[in-house]
């Protein structure tokens, strides 16, 4: 089938980095992929390598936004990313299809990923198109998300073998972040975040090596730290702009990661290993609601109680209390458990095909 996949990139790289990852695995899953999207720059470090490691052919057509017009004949499937809103003069040609002998396409809203229970009740749910360029579509809501019932989560068919196969003692050293003996390696992706000197202090306590994503997080280390490369016991290696499959090795050799957004969010999921989310804020503190239920799914999932919601609730600044983290063997334990349900569940790629070909 031919997925048309829209994008709009807001500010950072969450949408395009999640919408990336589906065009990519749809592909290498055989189908026609066209990603619009209106500013395309980040994929020339988050793409780099097309996924060549992850030894699958991935061929995806990126496509300016401004090139959707009414010239363009949609695909079989038509998937509005975050509610991006598509462009009218493509919502019309699809509308028009449904006089000609072609279906229309299956529209598809693909939704923010939440553990909130209103996600599982609009799972799959119809929106019937009543007005505008689109009046007499349907449009269906999709719903990622970690519970039977929801949509799922993205794992490419092939994620557990390269993790076995991943050495990540050699990936540290060929990329310059070698570890000395005894060290816990964290990775540290983030936000602007004013109790970043504070969570370096606490790290710094025993032996560290501290992985810094480029951007953001190598910014405000280099703010804090300046030319030095050590602060007590913690060590500071500073990464480049990474590939996917790149940012995928970084998790997979750390014991600790810190991450933010969506995609290195679910990606720290999938790596097994403790991990802390600062979540993208909003004005009207809808996000606390939206931490607190993952940190609720997680801890009932994996029978723990109180073990995130301190240290992650400090990280996002809901409350002034240290930022103490939980004891590693529970943690890495609690991880592991809730990788293994999330892994009993069918990936999104598999739900969202299943999908389309039933409502063809």
């Known amino acids: 089938m031919l997925f048309d996949v829209f994008c709009r990139v807001i500010d950072n790289f969450g949408d395009i980095g999640v919408c990336w990852r589906l065009a ?28 060549g490691s992850v030894s699958v052919s991935v061929s995806v057509s990126v496509m300016p936004w401004s090139k959707a017009d009414g010239t363009v004949q949609p695909g079989d499937v038509v998937i509005e990313a975050f509610g991006c809103e598509l462009p009218a003069a493509f919502v019309q040609a699809m509308s028009c299809m449904k006089g000609a002998c072609a279906a229309p396409p299956v529209w598809i809203n693909l939704e923010y990923l939440t553990a909130e229970p ?104 280099q703010q804090i730290m300046g030319a030095a490369q050590n602060i007590g016991e913690l060590r500071v290696c500073y990464l480049p702009w990474l590939s996917q499959t790149d940012y995928d090795q970084v998790l997979w050799a750390s014991d600790l990661n810190f991450v933010r957004g969506e995609d290195s969010f679910v990606r720290a999921q999938w790596a097994g290993k403790p991990f802390v989310w600062q979540i993208y804020p909003q004005q009207d503190d809808a996000h606390a609601a939206k931490l607190r239920a993952f940190v609720n799914a997680f801890e009932n999932t994996s029978q723990v109680r109180d073990l995130l919601w301190p240290a992650w609730s400090a990280w996002n600044r809901l409350t002034a209390a240290p930022i103490a983290l939980p004891a590693t063997a529970k943690w890495q334990a609690a991880s592991h458990a809730w990788r293994g349900h999330l892994l009993a569940q069918t990936d999104l790629t598999s739900q969202l095909q299943s999908f389309v070909a039933e409502r063809r």
Not at 42 to 50: R, V
Not at 176 to 194: K, M, Q, T, W
């Open 24 to 51: 990519a695995d749809l592909s290498a899953r055989g189908e026609q992929v066209r990603l619009w999207v209106d500013d395309a720059s980040a994929l020339h470090w988050m793409a780099a390598d097309a996924l």
């Open 118 to 221: 209103y996600a599982l009740r609009s799972h799959a749910l119809k929106s019937p198109q009543l007005s505008g360029p689109g009046a007499g579509l349907n449009k269906w809501f999709f719903y990622p998300g970690f519970q039977s019932g929801s949509g799922g989560l993205l794992r490419e068919a092939n994620l557990l073998a390269r993790q076995q196969a991943f050495n990540a003692a050699s990936w540290l050293a060929e990329n310059g972040c070698a570890s000395h003996s005894g060290e816990r390696i964290v990775s540290l992706f983030c936000y602007d975040n004013p109790r970043l000197p504070e969570l370096l202090a606490a790290l710094s306590d025993q032996l560290t090596l501290l992985l810094v994503t480029a951007g953001s997080a190598t910014q405000q280390v």
